[in-house]
């Protein structure tokens, strides 16, 4: 068996100093971590892939979907995605889990732990923040599903989970 490359081993150091779990892959550049967010729990892969230098970050979530339902769950999805700059969501049609990937290029083999934290802060945030606009459309009856309205769904705000902090800001 191979040794943790010096990249993979700079993303585990990175977890380590946010006190955050995670498991090495044994034989590749992997790790793997959950986490428990506001309305989901989400299940992360994060690899390194050497020859580029990369860093991807994966969080995904169970999401079984019933055929007449996948097309408004793949709208809110598009829909979603055209709104994100970093990172993006997909639909694992296979294995049915719902998917957040985000990939970022270093310069250097020890990955910088700030860009890793923001990654993996972005990748929870956003499976967490569209996970009950998913649920919303998967408990829609399938009657009702021509009437759901996916843009106007998406602007609801009661499903926004609290940032962190923002509590203290209540007068």
Request: contains cysteine; glycine residues 4%; aromatic residues 8%.
């Amino acid at each position: 068996m191979r040794p943790p490359s010096r990249q993979i081993q700079s993303v585990e150091d990175a977890f380590g100093r946010n006190g955050w779990h995670c498991e090495p892959v044994e034989g590749r550049d992997v790790l793997r971590a959950v986490f428990s967010a506001h309305h989901t729990r989400i299940e992360m892969v994060v690899q390194a892939y050497i020859p580029m230098n990369a860093l991807a970050v994966m969080g995904e979530m169970p999401l079984p979907v019933s055929e007449e339902h996948q097309p408004y769950l793949l709208e809110l999805l598009a829909r979603a995605n055209k709104t994100l700059n970093l990172g993006g969501f997909e639909y694992d049609l296979d294995r049915q889990r719902l998917v957040f990937r985000i990939t970022n290029l270093f310069d250097r083999e020890l990955y910088d732990a700030d860009i890793v934290t923001s990654m993996v802060h972005c990748a929870v945030a956003e499976l967490d923040r569209i996970a009950p606009y998913a649920s919303t459309v998967i408990r829609t009856p399938e009657d009702l599903l021509d009437d759901l309205d996916i843009k106007r769904l998406l602007q609801r705000e009661d499903f926004i989970p609290p940032v962190p902090g923002d509590e203290d800001d209540l007068p």
